[in-house]
């Protein structure tokens, strides 16, 4: 089974979708996109520095539109994926991008939703100093013990023994004072915010503000879910989902564990890969990952593909 995933905050670097501009179309469709949500994602995706792109306001839409312009050079149409792609999945934003590989919302709402999440969860973390620290090592549940017992939330566990704390800036120094039994390290993330946890709550009102007017489809391809690791078949439970979660914790552990359930054997990464193939080679050994960070990779990718059409057939 061929599984197809989309990374979350962090994965964008300076730069990276300047190469992706030489493609047939893929200049037009990004400033379509950034005339619809008036955000220049040809700017921040090729001259802006690591400051400007760190800004939640700009990663997430520029995440979800490489996402979702790579995506759409290996599978024009979400029908082209039926059938060879046994499910998709995104880590955080990357589950906007997932909904619309799906088939629940187009390309354009998933992009117009992003963008008020964005500015949502920016403006939500500038009421209280919070963050997110990584820990490195120990055991899942000490750690998580030990940081409820902080007032700390375990806001991503990634799986393959990484879990991200978050909460204010008094209880992260908290947590590099006194780590966890087992835990080597606690690295604090350059991150604006607690994301994934109550602090986020004003950005969820905005987001269901935002959803009211949002037509759904149930999910042509199967979808897993960050909040419990769950296939969802229903569009409107989708959507509620994805809303819900920016204040709850991702659990992409429990996603790939879902993965390895359902048999996967191949894991793409769409752009700007690298995160998630590395969680996957930890967590799920013996399944072949590709990450796609440049359009030097689309043609392994489509091989990988071909595979999986010719036994779909």
């Given at each position: 089974?061929?599984?197809?995933?989309?990374?979350?905050?962090?994965?964008?670097?300076?730069g990276f979708l300047?190469?992706?501009?030489?493609?047939?179309?893929?200049?037009?469709?990004?400033?379509?996109?950034?005339?619809?949500?008036?955000?220049?994602?040809?700017?921040?995706?090729?001259?802006?520095?690591?400051?400007?792109?760190?800004?939640?306001?700009?990663?997430?839409?520029?995440?979800?539109?490489?996402?979702?312009?790579?995506?759409?050079?290996?599978?024009?149409?979400?029908?082209?994926?039926v059938g060879v792609?046994?499910?998709?999945?995104?880590?955080?934003?990357?589950?906007?991008?997932?909904t619309a590989l799906?088939?629940?919302?187009?390309?354009?709402?998933?992009?117009?939703?992003?963008?008020?999440?964005?500015?949502?969860?920016?403006?939500?973390?500038?009421?209280?100093?919070?963050?997110?620290?990584?820990?490195?090592?120990?055991?899942?549940?000490?750690?998580?013990?030990?940081?409820?017992?902080?007032?700390?939330?375990?806001?991503?566990?990634?799986?393959?023994?990484?879990?991200?704390?978050?909460?204010?800036?008094?209880?992260?120094?908290?947590?590099?004072?006194?780590?966890?039994?087992?835990?080597?390290?606690?690295?604090?993330?350059?991150?604006?915010?607690?994301?994934?946890?109550?602090?986020?709550?004003?950005?969820?009102?905005?987001?269901?503000?935002?959803?009211?007017?949002?037509?759904?489809?149930?999910?042509?391809?199967?979808?897993?879910?960050?909040?419990?690791?769950?296939?969802?078949?229903?569009?409107?439970?989708?959507?509620?989902?994805?809303?819900?979660?920016?204040?709850?914790?991702?659990?992409?552990?429990?996603?790939?564990?879902?993965?390895?359930?359902?048999?996967?054997?191949?894991?793409?990464?769409?752009?700007?890969?690298?995160?998630?193939?590395?969680?996957?080679?930890?967590?799920?050994?013996?399944?072949?990952?590709?990450?796609?960070?440049?359009?030097?990779?689309?043609?392994?990718?489509?091989?990988?593909?071909?595979?999986?059409?010719?036994?779909?057939?």
């Amino acid at each position: 089974m061929l599984v197809l995933v989309a990374p979350g905050q962090g994965a964008q670097t300076p730069g990276f979708l300047t190469p992706w501009l030489d493609l047939p179309g893929a200049e037009e469709r990004l400033r379509a996109w950034s005339a619809a949500i008036d955000l220049d994602l040809v700017h921040f995706g090729t001259k802006a520095d690591a400051d400007e792109i760190r800004d939640t306001a700009v990663a997430q839409p520029l995440l979800v539109a490489s996402a979702l312009l790579s995506a759409r050079l290996l599978f024009a149409t979400t029908g082209d994926a039926v059938g060879v792609v046994g499910a998709v999945a995104g880590h955080s934003v990357g589950e906007l991008a997932a909904t619309a590989l799906a088939g629940v919302v187009s390309d354009d709402v998933a992009m117009t939703l992003v963008r008020t999440r964005g500015l949502a969860m920016a403006e939500a973390a500038t009421v209280t100093e919070t963050g997110m620290a990584a820990l490195l090592g120990g055991d899942y549940e000490v750690s998580v013990a030990h940081l409820e017992k902080l007032g700390l939330t375990p806001a991503n566990v990634n799986g393959a023994g990484q879990i991200v704390a978050a909460g204010t800036l008094e209880q992260l120094a908290a947590l590099a004072e006194n780590k966890p039994e087992g835990v080597r390290r606690v690295v604090p993330l350059k991150v604006a915010g607690a994301f994934h946890t109550r602090h986020m709550a004003p950005a969820v009102a905005t987001l269901e503000a935002a959803a009211r007017s949002v037509e759904t489809a149930d999910p042509a391809v199967p979808y897993i879910s960050n909040r419990d690791g769950q296939a969802v078949s229903d569009g409107p439970d989708v959507l509620r989902r994805l809303i819900g979660q920016v204040a709850n914790p991702v659990r992409w552990d429990l996603c790939m564990e879902t993965f390895q359930a359902r048999g996967v054997t191949d894991l793409i990464e769409l752009c700007p890969g690298g995160t998630l193939t590395g969680l996957a080679k930890r967590a799920l050994p013996g399944v072949r990952t590709l990450a796609i960070k440049t359009p030097d990779d689309l043609d392994a990718a489509r091989a990988l593909i071909a595979e999986h059409s010719s036994t779909a057939e």
